[in-house]
């Protein structure tokens, strides 16, 4: 039996991101505290303008903690044997869902900005522009603590083989888009609001509210893109199968003998791959252990099945 279980190994092929999931936690913190005392003062000072960046704030702090959530999630059932390669696709799950949520908030922007350019209401300049330098300072704060996780998190990943687009935490990710777009938007209102107090352009903070929209847009485009294509395993034109290839295709002792016909490559970690080969084969003395040796060196190649078929000699397939 202990011949057996030197070959089994663990089916956790991506080592989370604690940096990551303690500066979501904290991010998520400030959210809510803030949230609480905008709401708070809102209803204290009868200021609309505080009560709806409280809320704001609110749908902010959900997909925060929606990141924070996933890590917990995939860190809590790494181990688990029902997730055949890991758990690491619950925290994609959770950047595709951010980054739905992001385009619904973008589309509910546009929805109020149009209302206002088309039925202007009075602005109490002063008051918005105090808030939109809080919220400002709050994700500029929040900024910082996920950049410096990103940080964190891309040093550990230096040996990535030069592929630096290996290692991205997208649920990470997320969270920063998230901060990021806040951010933003407040910047646009500051200025819009300038511009409505000092030359009286109304219309400035519903237009800049469009352009804000349409920049969250982009990023949550992008966002939705990348996690989508891991979810539907939609990664053949990556590097790595490139290298797959030409390890087995273009070795010295195979290449003449040996051909790809089957190849499936797929992500199960923010820098690992399971592969699935099928090589057909004229060289007799060809073995799966010396295919997976020489895929062994590519270290992003984390779980690698091999089965040869024999063609035209007296070998059986491995």
Known sequence: MHEIDSWRHPHRFDTGNAAAER??????????????????AGLAFNSMALLADGWHMG?????????????????????DPR????????????????????????GAMVWESV?????PQPIRFLEAMAVAVLGLAVNIVCALILG??????????????????????????????????????????????AGGLWF???????????????LITVWAWGLARDAGRILLDCEMDHPVVAEVREAVEAHPD???TTKIADLHVWRVGKGSFAVILGLVTHDAGLRPEAVRGELARHEELVHVS??????GCDGTAG
Do not use: Q
């Open 148 to 193: 410096n996780a990103h940080h964190h998190h891309g040093h550990d990943h230096a040996h990535d083989h030069g592929h630096a687009h290996h290692g991205h935490d997208l649920n990470l990710r997320s969270a920063y888009v998230h901060v990021l777009a806040d951010a933003a938007t407040s910047i646009l209102a500051i200025a819009a609001l």
């Open 23 to 40: 500066g979501a936690r904290l991010v998520l913190w400030i959210t809510l505290a803030t949230m609480v005392a905008e709401i708070v």
């Open 306 to 311: 091999v089965e040869i078929n024999y063609c």
């Open 115 to 119: 209302e206002h350019l088309l039925d």
């Open 83 to 106: 997730f055949a390669f890991g758990t690491w696709k619950i925290e994609i799950l959770a950047s595709f869902t951010s980054a739905l949520f992001l385009l619904v908030v973008a």
């Open 254 to 256: 195979w290449a003449a």
């Open 200 to 214: 009286g352009w109304g219309w400035l903070d519903p237009a800049m509210g469009i352009v804000g929209a349409v």
């Open 59 to 79: 749908t902010h702090a959900f997909a925060i903690g929606l990141s924070a959530f996933a890590y917990a999630m995939a860190r809590r059932y790494a181990r």
